[in-house]
């Protein structure tokens, strides 16, 4: 744009400053995330992982609970020492397992149940914690201490005490591991919620608000949970790794998935238990499952750095 000499140095400067179009934190967030290459790279390779795990069915010919008898604990064909006369019968490409079953379908189906639990718990917490956290937060006073202590006593209580007092009430079931899970890890959510609160709660926006009349749900709902959204976005990269180890963890001790339905945890008991004989059902399992947790943990790393305005330029 060409600038009449006859504008002043300040008119230049407003003019220049109306030309330039404003971004948001969002917007600003997102090109820095873009340019992380670690982060963009672990959300395409979670994106694959989510992929195979969805067309599972159609990439193999195998079912996840077909049994061959014929073909217990093959190692795959490409296997540095492969058994020639179990991959005669057909390719199996991550090998069999102990009674015969396709260790990749498998292996692709426990991811659908790993990454389910992992998203679909977060999820949960997430609302509860939001919800539980601005509200104790903003409000204050005897509420909020009566509500902490809620949280607090939730704390003490053991994880897998918990879990086997629900598995014991309500029987094993696929649907109870959300409840379990995500019935503990909204506790954290909150508090770092609550924290996030109490230091915005002041704010003069949030003054305004109360002057323009709006109510105190109307408050948290338009004003609080928005401005508190960015560390809890990072935290939920973080929690959804927390709750697929925790649901590996309980698998691994018999408390979660149950046969013929599996998970990377089943998977990894089970491959645990023949580590010597046939180490390819622990090694693909658990090399899913490390390499999603660390694309989780890339991203996680991502958006903090994106979202933090310290290094907005």
Request: glycine residues 8%.
């Amino acid at each position: 744009m060409v600038m009449p000499a006859t504008l002043s140095r300040n008119a230049q400067l407003i003019v220049r400053a109306q030309d330039i179009q404003g971004r948001s934190l969002w917007v600003d967030a997102r090109r820095r995330l873009l340019k992380n290459r670690a982060a963009v790279a672990s959300m395409i390779i979670l994106a694959v992982i989510a992929l195979l795990a969805v067309f599972a069915p159609w990439l193999s010919p195998y079912a996840y609970d077909t049994q061959d008898y014929s073909v217990i604990s093959c190692s795959p064909a490409w296997w540095p020492d492969p058994n020639v006369m179990c991959n005669a019968g057909g390719a199996h490409w991550f090998g069999t397992d102990s009674i015969g079953r396709d260790i990749f379908v498998r292996t692709l189906y426990g991811a659908r149940v790993s990454l389910a639990v992992g998203f679909v718990a977060t999820f949960v917490s997430l609302l509860i914690g939001i919800a539980y956290g601005a509200t104790a937060g903003f409000i204050g006073g005897k509420l909020d201490e009566l509500m902490m202590r809620v949280v607090d006593v939730l704390y003490s209580l053991p994880f897998i005490f918990f879990v086997i007092i629900l598995m014991v009430v309500f029987n094993r079931n696929f649907l109870l591991l959300f409840v379990a899970i995500g019935a503990v890890e909204w506790l954290t959510m909150a508090r770092i919620v609550r924290g996030q609160t109490l230091s915005i709660k002041q704010k003069e926006f949030i003054e305004a608000a109360r002057a323009s009349g709006a109510g105190t749900f109307d408050i948290i709902r338009r004003h609080i949970i928005p401005n508190v959204m960015g560390p809890v976005i990072v935290y939920v990269t973080l929690t959804i790794p927390a709750v697929i180890l925790a649901e590996s963890f309980l698998s691994f001790l018999g408390l979660g998935i149950q046969e013929p339905l599996t998970s990377w945890g089943v998977l990894i008991s089970e491959g645990a238990n023949q580590m010597e004989t046939a180490p390819w059902m622990l090694i693909f399992p658990a090399l899913f499952m490390s390499v999603t947790l660390f694309c989780l943990n890339f991203i996680g790393d991502g958006l903090r750095d994106a979202l933090d305005p310290r290094m907005r330029r």
